[in-house]
């Protein structure tokens, strides 16, 4: 257990900027190169990380995140914006943490929890995904199908002999 501080930049017209998930995508995309592999090291979906990148893409007039096609040269990168924002971020969450480290060390005292440092919550980490073990992984899903079988179906009895047993 322990005390965990996060904040949002918000700017670019007063819309929701940048907070801990959202940097957490960009260093994932920055890292990796791709969504997709972006999206299994933050535990979200595909769709969940497409939908946040082009949230992002639309808070300012230059965009963020920007997208190559093609097989070997296709994927994601940061754009100079996406970057500075990213460093500028992490370089004020650094200070934050250390500014308030001791507020927050009288805090677990007074509360009780224990000094020993604890993992970040799972929401505030980037993994690799070459890490998660198989049963993490989301399989694909696959219709399985039985050539030449059918399945048997229940035949309801004449209505006659319904009614004969109603009775």
């Known amino acids: 257990m322990g005390i965990w501080t996060f904040f949002n930049l918000d700017f670019c017209q007063g819309k929701y900027g940048v907070g801990i998930h959202r940097a957490n995508i960009l260093e994932a995309i920055d ?25 992002l893409n639309s808070l300012c007039d230059k965009p963020f995140v920007g997208t190559r096609r093609g097989g070997r040269t296709g994927g994601a990168f940061l754009t100079p914006l996406g970057k500075d924002v990213l460093t500028r971020f992490r370089e004020i969450e650094r200070v934050i943490n250390e500014s308030t480290a001791p507020y927050i060390r009288e805090l677990e005292k007074v509360v009780g929890v224990d000094k020993k440092p604890t993992v970040l919550p799972r929401y505030a980490q980037i993994i690799d995904p070459n890490t998660i073990s198989a049963s993490k992984k989301k399989p694909a899903k696959r219709r399985k199908r039985i050539h030449g079988a059918r399945k048997a179906v229940k035949q309801k009895p004449p209505k006659s ?4 047993h109603r009775r």
């Open 31 to 55: 890292r990796f190169g791709s969504i997709s592999t972006a999206a299994i090291a933050v535990d979200l979906t595909f769709n969940q990380t497409w939908r946040t990148i082009r949230k």
């Open 161 to 164: 002999s319904r009614r004969e």
